[in-house]
Nanobody, 125 residues
Framework: QAQLMESGGGSVQPGDSLTLSCTPS????????MAWFRQAPGKDRTWVAG?????????TTYAESVKGRFTVYRDSENTMYLQMDGLQPEDTAVYFC?????????????????WGQGTQVTVSS
C-alpha cells in the first residue's frame, strides 16, 4: 500500500516555529506531485504549499497567507517537510500531506489520491 504519514505538530506560541514531516511508504513517489493542506474546525481543507512535478521541471507554490513564513522541501527519499516560521493563531489547523502521480494544475484536495492522517498544529498565547 502507498501511504503517507505526517509528524511534527504541536502546541506553540505566536512567533514560534515548527517543522512538519511527511514520510512516504509502500511505493516510490518519484514523478508524483506532493503538497501540504490544512483544515481548521468548521472550515474547508485548503492548500498550503507543495510541489507539482512535470517532465519540464518542478513547480513550487505557496498560499498567499504563508509566503515568506513557510518553506516546503523534499529530501532524496521523497520525505516532504514544511518549515513553519512566525506561526500565528490563524495557522491553527490539522495539517495533511497529500500526493498524486504526475502533474498538478489545481490546488483542490480532490486532485490528490494519497493522504496522511494529519497532524495538529495549535498556535495560541
Amino acid at each position: 500500500q502507498a501511504q503517507l504519514m505526517e509528524s511534527g505538530g504541536g502546541s506553540v506560541q505566536p512567533g514560534d516555529s515548527l517543522t512538519l514531516s511527511c514520510t512516504p511508504s509502500g511505493r516510490s513517489f518519484n514523478e508524483h506531485s506532493m503538497a501540504w493542506f490544512r483544515q481548521a474546525p468548521g472550515k474547508d481543507r485548503t492548500w498550503v504549499a507543495g510541489f507539482s512535478w512535470s517532465q519540464w521541471g518542478i513547480f513550487t507554490t505557496y498560499a498567499e497567507s504563508v509566503k515568506g513564513r513557510f518553506t516546503v522541501y523534499r529530501d532524496s527519499e521523497n520525505t516532504m517537510y514544511l518549515q513553519m516560521d512566525g506561526l500565528q493563531p490563524e495557522d491553527t489547523a490539522v495539517y495533511f500531506c497529500a500526493a498524486v502521480k504526475g502533474t498538478v494544475s489545481s490546488g483542490s484536495p480532490s486532485t490528490y489520491e494519497y493522504w496522511g492522517q494529519g497532524t495538529q498544529v495549535t498556535v495560541s498565547s
